[in-house]
């Protein structure tokens, strides 16, 4: 299976801990995004990059959350001091932009679903 | 500011018949539009997508209605299956851009 992964699938922890998530794009995407999905929501854009660029960075990303994407293959995501309000599935999507193309289809993993204690 | 909506919560449809998913859309930036399916505890998973240049695209069962001058994008599945029983996603973007998505529409197929 080629698709996106990430890691771990669940993670529960106490509020002020931090938590470091990890995503392995599909081999030869260059572009990876991350996204915050809550209860009755549809997902919500957090960040992006372009190979190991972040290029965009929503202000749903407070200080407290910081992502990286050291080498252009995967990425983490890391919340620091975690609040109640933190608790969401964190999804993470590449895709491919190919030379030329208008448009592109990102293409997502299975979620972290996060749960703060 | 919900620049993508997705109005109904909720659609319930009988085995072998035509589902109709509706979306509405409020920025003309948007050139973009893809539906995602999801299941519980699982990321979405692309379904079909549909381009400005475009008014209908078709994959086997699903086709995507786009009519811009409405904003206005529609999903038709037909036949409907128990087995498309899920949340089905709208998303826009414009280019090569970020996702917005609507709140989702839950589909059951019954027997």
């Known amino acids: 299976d080629t698709g996106v992964s990430q890691d771990p699938r669940h993670k529960i922890t106490k509020r002020g801990q931090n938590v470091t998530f990890r995503c392995d794009p599909i081999?030869?995407?260059?572009?990876l995004y991350w996204y915050r999905q809550t209860l009755g929501q549809g997902p919500e854009f957090l960040t992006y990059?372009?190979?190991?660029?972040?290029?965009?960075k929503s202000r749903l990303l407070s200080d407290r959350f910081s992502a990286e994407r050291p080498k252009g293959s995967f990425s983490t995501l890391e919340i620091q001091r975690t609040e109640q309000g933190d608790s969401a599935m964190y999804l993470c999507?590449?895709?491919?932009?190919?030379?030329?193309?208008?448009?592109?289809?990102?293409?997502f993993g299975p979620g972290t679903r996060l749960l703060v204690l | 500011d919900q620049q993508v909506k997705q109005n109904s919560p909720s659609l319930s449809v009988q085995e072998g018949r035509i589902s109709i998913l509706n979306c509405d859309y409020t920025?003309?930036?948007?050139?973009?539009f893809l539906w995602y399916k999801k299941y519980p505890a699982e990321g979405p998973t692309f379904l079909i997508s549909?381009?400005?240049?475009?008014d209908k695209n078709e994959d086997g069962r699903f086709t995507v209605f786009l009519n811009k001058s409405a904003k206005h994008l529609s999903l038709h599945i037909v036949p409907s299956q128990p087995g498309d029983s899920a949340v089905y996603f709208c998303?826009?973007?414009?280019?090569?851009?970020?996702?917005?998505f609507g709140t989702g529409t839950r589909l059951q197929v019954f027997p």
């Open positions: 081999s030869e995407h260059n572009r």
């Open positions: 920025n003309s930036m948007f050139d973009y």
């Open positions: 990059f372009q190979n190991e660029a972040q290029l965009e």
């Open positions: 549909i381009s400005s240049i475009k």
């Open positions: 999507a590449s895709s491919a932009t190919s030379g030329g193309s208008l448009w592109e289809t990102q293409y």
């Open positions: 998303a826009a973007s414009a280019g090569t851009d970020k996702l917005i």
